[in-house]
């Protein structure tokens, strides 16, 4: 009876979680993105849409030529917000400043503590 139970419990759930490919619609995407990044609909282009299981992964380019990185998680009526990492440019993108030729100053060395406040953190810190 538990067995049977068992295996209806994870039919059920397996049947109403689906796959992101059928939940999560393009005007869900559109929509959660403009909403992440402050953009209208229109701002923007979704590309590399990848479904695995419950989560959509895509790439979207402003109209100002900004990547960002996004996914969405999605189950059948379910989508959720949309997190995106904006790309670094690429280094024939961006010029790259060159390594300053002097060393920064050192730093001076730390006051050593007070006897009275010493402990034995500080004195394993040599501190003390």
Do not use: H
Request: glycine content about 8%; charged content about 15%.
């Amino acid at each position: 009876m538990m067995k049977k139970l068992a295996l209806m419990l994870v039919g059920s759930v397996v049947t109403l979680v689906g796959c992101a490919s059928m939940s999560v619609s393009g005007d869900a995407l559109q929509s959660r993105t403009g909403f992440a990044l402050g953009l209208s609909s229109d701002a923007f282009t979704i590309s590399n849409r990848t479904d695995s299981g419950v989560r959509t992964d895509y790439t979207v380019t402003t109209k100002t030529n900004k990547t960002y990185s996004c996914y969405v998680t999605g189950t059948i009526g379910v989508v959720s917000d949309a997190i995106c990492t904006q790309m670094q440019a690429t280094a024939s993108t961006q010029p790259v400043a060159a390594e300053p030729t002097t060393k920064p100053a050192a730093k001076p060395a730390a006051k050593a503590a007070p006897a009275s406040s010493c402990n034995a953190l500080l004195k394993a810190a040599g501190k003390c």
